[in-house]
């Protein structure tokens, strides 16, 4: 398992580095992969394909999420209105079929991860972007890793037990201070706001818990132990980038807020 996550890691990070680095459309092309696999994959455990509405309206509705994002991020909040109203019109016409349940759990897909994936964009799109990005993903990938070997070799008390059993306290407090003393290098080495990168650290720590927890309850609802395979040693995108539906937003929203 180990060895995947590693060999994982080396071949997908530096793709997502290069990536985030050019920006434009290459860096819009990787958060829609993201998304729309991530997507997919939800409805995929929430549907058990049993669902009346065909995908491709969903990945067509957070795909324009995204390009509104991406080039109109002036009009985001229209976009998302559109598709509720869009949506919510759909009951009528799949009328008997399409069933409340699946409508709000397709619409909550579409805004839970279309929704806050896409200020990935808005984060690069910033004067800095390039770094505020960087030190989002290392932040991510240090409480993941930090959480990972403390809670493997120390971990005793039970962080959500009855949600997800392998994660505990120590390890999650394992995780905390490794992004804090990752992101604190980081800032000293590019000269980025040190106060800005703690505060980063302990959101995006308590952020990455927050967003795995809730995928990880959804798993446990439907009884599956990933939401897909397509990554050696860690299951789907959703399984790899569950922490990114929370700390993207709430770390964009923090620096627009205090710095």
């Known amino acids: ?25 290459f860096y819009f092309a990787l958060v829609l992969l993201i998304t729309l696999v991530s997507l997919r994959e939800f409805l995929a455990m929430a549907g058990r394909g049993e669902f009346v509405l065909p995908r491709w309206m969903v990945l067509v509705a957070a795909l324009a999420v995204l ?9 985001f909040a229209f976009a998302l209105i559109l598709v509720l109203l869009i949506f919510a ?16 759990t397709v619409i909550w897909g579409i805004i839970y991860i279309a929704g806050c994936l896409s200020f ?47 994660k505990t306290v120590e390890g999650a407090v394992g995780g905390i201070l490794c992004t804090l003393g990752f992101l604190a290098a980081y800032a000293l080495i590019f000269r980025l706001n040190l106060t800005m990168a703690l505060a980063a650290a302990l ?3 308590l952020a ?35 922490s990114l539906i929370f700390a993207a937003p709430l770390f964009y929203i923090m620096l627009v807020l205090f710095f």
């Open 1 to 25: 398992m180990l060895k995947h996550r590693v060999l994982a890691a080396v071949l997908g990070i530096p793709l997502i580095l290069y990536l985030t680095y050019l920006g434009g459309f």
């Open 67 to 75: 390009w509104v994002q991406f080039y109109y991020p002036q009009y």
């Open 89 to 104: 019109f759909l009951h009528v016409i799949f009328f008997p079929r399409l069933t409340p349940w699946e409508l709000m």
């Open 120 to 166: 990935l964009l808005l984060l690069r799109a910033r004067e800095g972007g390039f770094l505020l990005s960087l030190l989002l993903f290392i932040g991510i990938w240090a409480n993941d890793t930090g959480a990972y070997f403390v809670g493997s070799s120390l971990g005793k008390r039970k962080l959500a037990p009855l949600v997800s059993p392998n």
């Open 203 to 205: 959101l995006v720590s």
């Open 208 to 242: 990455g818990y927050s967003g795995d927890l809730v995928i990880s309850a959804l798993k446990r609802h439907y009884r599956i132990k990933d939401t897909g395979a397509i990554i050696p040693g860690h299951g789907g995108f959703l399984d790899r980038f569950d």
